[in-house]
């Protein structure tokens, strides 16, 4: 079946240093891959997504390309601030996972970061 | 504020008792999901509902019911609470359940805190 595997957390990191978190994916077809983040006490919120490969989702200063041949959906930022502390999910969604068409989003552990200033 | 509503916010239950936590969003999506949110595990998926008088089980249905007798509302009821219930319990919609590129975009609500004790 689906699966996201994301890297290890918690992820500590001083303001202003650059972010790599880590997603692969296994999937059955081709599916569209997302990143949400999860600030403290709140719901989550779409960050961005990419729905074919070699594209590149952008929002916030944030950025992640879809690798189809490294399965891969790594989320990436330049210079991270004290407020980008949160929690980090990567998630797919399979059009052809089972048939049942209910895009149904599958996601991976979720990596806790925190900036420091 | 158009979004959803999850209601109550955190709760404390005896083991046996039945719970029924309350979703209503106001932006008309046909799609709505329950997920539960457990440290280590991300998100997984417990009931979905492609449109109403429709539900649907995802990958962990045992011991939740819900019901769609209307597109706002997706109540999620526990029958007979057990401690491995004990969670974060998150409800989301999107405009459609499966689009032509899979690109489903969830909105989720704040979520429900729920201790079974």
């Known amino acids: 079946g689906d699966s996201v595997t994301q890297m290890e957390g918690p992820v500590t990191l001083s303001e202003e240093a650059f972010l790599t978190i880590n997603c692969t994916y296994t999937?059955?077809?081709?599916?569209?891959l997302f990143w949400y983040v999860q600030y403290p006490g709140e719901g989550l919120q779409l960050l961005l997504k990419?729905?074919?490969?070699?594209d590149k989702g952008s929002n916030k200063g944030f950025e992640a390309t879809y690798r189809k041949e490294t399965t891969s959906f790594h989320l990436e930022k330049g210079s991270v601030q004290v407020s980008d502390s949160a929690v980090y999910f990567c998630a797919l969604s399979d059009p052809y996972a089972g048939g049942t068409s209910y895009g149904k989003l599958t996601f991976g552990q979720g990596t806790i970061l925190t900036v420091h200033p | 504020i158009a979004g959803i509503t999850q209601a109550p916010t955190s709760q404390i239950l005896a083991a046996g008792r039945r719970m029924t936590l309350r979703c209503t969003q106001d932006m008309r999506h046909n799609a709505m999901y329950w997920y539960r949110q457990d440290l280590g595990l991300g998100l997984r998926l417990i009931h979905y509902?492609?449109?109403?008088?429709?539900?649907g089980k995802g990958e962990v249905p045992d011991g939740y019911s819900v019901s769609r007798a209307n597109t706002d509302d997706f109540p999620l009821t526990l029958a007979s609470a057990v401690p491995s219930q004990t969670s974060v319990y998150f409800c989301?919609?999107?405009?459609?359940?499966?689009?032509?590129?899979?690109?489903?975009?969830?909105?989720f609500g704040a979520g429900s805190r729920l201790t079974v004790l």
């Open positions: 509902s492609n449109t109403a008088g429709t539900t």
């Open positions: 990419a729905t074919k490969a070699d």
């Open positions: 989301a919609s999107s405009d459609s359940g499966f689009t032509s590129s899979g690109a489903n975009v969830l909105t």
């Open positions: 999937a059955t077809g081709y599916p569209s």
